[in-house]
């Protein structure tokens, strides 16, 4: 307080040059309506900048909620999808479909390994359980292999031991998907029949004969086939629809008749 009434002794003259001007631009502000304007946009324009970085900031620490929003509602359309695919396919109204979507975020990805592995901050007490399969919003991902309480652990298709039951979009051919290379973006079509020729850009889907995914679900397109030397199966080279370095988000699939389809098996096994 002391130093301020110094410099004001020490600076009178200049301090009262200050009120006087500031005293005159008020009144000269209030007397045109030009004026008036001009200092009303200028100061609307200094809160709406200021706004407008704050609503930029709160957006940037809102966005994992806006993607878990955004996830929720895929899932919802998922399940809905589903159930109306049954409806439309077998003429009646069940009140479940045959699968159920359940979100859930990717904690850790490896994607260098001969036997890479994800986790998913989604476990038991979620619902989850081994041989559920994994899929993004794009493709296809894993399978699950392990699962506590609220975690579960992924066989990821950049796998050694992943071998995906497949079938060829276009022609419905049974084939097999398998990862055998150093990019993770490539895996391979394997078993393919003689007869069947391929061509870039054939898309590879789920062919259904496994509890783990529905079938029609995408694997990925053809990138470049290679006939057999020997008249044997053939092999192409395919991009996984799935872009493994960009997971973030996934689902889970859960095949509510997985028990009833199991039980008819084993009847069938005894007999």
């Known amino acids: 307080m002391r130093t301020l009434v110094a410099f004001l002794r020490k600076h009178h003259f200049f301090a009262l040059f200050l009120l006087l001007e500031a005293i005159a631009f008020s009144m000269l502000v209030n007397s045109y309506s030009y004026q008036r304007t001009v200092s009303f946009n200028a100061a609307n324009d200094l809160t709406g900048g200021v706004l407008n970085a704050f609503a930029n900031i709160t957006d940037y620490f809102t966005l994992r909620k806006q993607n878990e929003e955004l996830q929720d509602e895929n899932t919802f359309l998922h399940n809905q ?14 009140g479940d479909s045959l699968f159920r979507y359940i979100p859930a975020r990717v904690i850790r990805n490896t994607m260098h390994a001969a036997n890479n592995f994800m986790v998913l901050d989604k476990g038991r007490l979620q619902g989850i359980e081994k041989e559920m399969g994994v899929i993004s919003s794009k493709g296809i991902a894993g399978i699950v292999i392990g699962v506590s309480a609220h975690y ?25 998907v398998v990862w055998n290379e150093i990019d993770p973006g490539y895996g391979q079509v394997v078993d393919i029949p003689a007869h069947i020729q391929l061509n870039a850009g054939d898309t590879i889907v789920t062919s259904g004969n496994s509890f783990i995914f529905p079938a029609g679900l995408v694997v990925g397109t053809v990138l470049s086939y290679h ?9 192409a080279r395919l991009t996984y629809a799935t872009d493994f370095n960009g997971l973030h988000h996934v689902y889970l699939i859960q095949n509510l008749r997985k028990q009833e389809e199991l039980k008819l098996l084993e009847g069938a096994d005894h007999e």
């Open 81 to 94: 999808l589903q159930y109306y695919s049954l409806k439309i396919n077998t003429r009646q109204t069940y």
């Open 152 to 176: 579960s652990l992924v066989m990821s298709l950049l796998n050694d031991n992943a071998k995906i039951s497949a079938r060829i979009k276009k022609n419905n051919q049974l084939v097999n």
């Open 227 to 235: 006939p057999s030397k020997n008249q044997g199966l053939n092999t």
